[in-house]
């Protein structure tokens, strides 16, 4: 972690930065503003928030599922499974999402794209992804010095003021209203695919059930798209890259076996 005198230097020279708008902002982000604590904090916060305003699902059966899926995830990607909590909120949106801290949320309307436990493996291991690759870090350093600058990153430094809750959901993933959601980058979304197919792979579960899982995403944009859509690359371009990545996905699958 840099000093805040440093941080101010850092901050009055933000334009020589390669932040430039689009999709890869946080690419290669040299600098993390924000530390583990900090954002584990701050996920834990928006994760009491969201529990706070939509109701867990009353469906055991799809609780017992996420569970089960969930719980050979992690084993297979080496966490401790009992230090994560996994929940199924009941929204009919089709989304999912992971906070910093080991919380997992997939909406009932996942359900409906994710009906097979290889394919909601597909959605789960993704976010557990985004978690150990960190992305929550990079991305809240890189938005918290482009969009909300000293004010933000003193805040989240000092360890102090909740004054940006709204603003820190947001940049977490969860959005003002669980609605307004920063998209991660191309580079992070590829990183928690790779990472998702191999873990899949490691647990038992076919990974060309992720190649599926985009499919039928691809079949609802047609309709306007499932929440999930607004904050991932197009379906088409997600189908190609995991193309690409399957057969060695199969190998660690085969081996495993």
Known sequence: ??????????????????????????????IPLVSDETVRRLGLESWERLRAEIPASGDRELQQTLSQVGRRLLRAAGEDAAAWEMVVFASPQVNAFVLPGGKIGVFEGM??????????????????????A???????????????????????LELG???YANEIAALLGIGVEFGLVLPYSRRQELEADRLGLFTMAEAGFDPRAAVD???????????????????????????????????????????AG
């Open 1 to 30: 972690m840099i000093g805040r005198r440093g941080l101010l230097r850092l901050l009055a020279g933000a334009g020589a930065l390669p932040l430039a708008g689009g999709c890869d902002e946080s690419d290669g982000f040299p």
């Open 111 to 132: 359900f409906r794209v994710a009906d097979l436990p290889d394919r909601l493996a597909a959605v789960v291991g993704h976010e557990i992804g985004h978690e150990q």
């Open 134 to 156: 960190e992305h929550a870090q990079e991305r809240l350093s890189a938005a918290a010095l482009k969009q909300l600058g000293l004010w933000l990153v003193g805040a989240a």
């Open 161 to 163: 003021d909740v004054a």
């Open 213 to 255: 899982l985009w499919r039928h995403m691809d079949r609802l944009a047609d309709g306007g798209g499932p929440a999930f859509l607004s904050t991932h690359p197009a379906p088409e371009a997600r189908i190609e890259a995991l193309e690409g990545i399957l057969p060695e996905a199969l190998q660690v699958a085969r081996r």
